[in-house]
């Protein structure tokens, strides 16, 4: 980009160097949603490249997007549920050397009154499944990453962090 555009960008062609010519490394942001409800968590199952996985209902960030707009969407998208997140449950950094990606990860909570049916809206879903803390761990080699577990034990250990701590200008 030019120097007198201080936006950067994940585009591979596009340079990310920024107003003092220094090109930054840039994790990709990315949300998801624990969603609880009755015991059981709401997951997707979807493909991610020549395999299936199953994950939070999750997303990258986009532009011009808050956090909680990102995970509203995002939740809408791979499930077809309108929520409002309750609070984080954590915050992760985590990388991926067979991808040589780099994950920086907003997981929010969602915790239901009542239990929904998710219908997925986007093609990647193939389907989604309430499943028990046991039944996640069964599943652990088709979990989409490490972080999945990570934040479904991150909220039943009660880790809480108030979304007014997230902080935006969008």
Known sequence: MSSNNSALT?????????????????????????????GKFLFVEEHEKCRVVFNQPAGHLEENESLTAAIKREVLEETGLR??????????????????LYFLRFC???????WLKGQPQDDEIIDTHWLTLEQIKEKSAQLRSPMVLECVEDYLAGNKIPLSQLKSNL
Do not use: M, W
Not at 84 to 96: A, V
Not at 108 to 114: A, P
């Open 108 to 114: 929010f909570v969602v915790e239901l009154e009542q």
């Open 10 to 38: 994940s585009d591979p062609n596009i340079s990310n160097e920024n107003d003092h010519g220094i090109n930054q490394f840039k994790p990709n942001t990315t949300v998801a949603a624990v969603i609880h409800y009755g």
């Open 83 to 100: 929520v409002e997140p309750d609070f984080l449950c954590g915050i992760y950094y985590f990388h991926r050397p067979d991808l040589k």
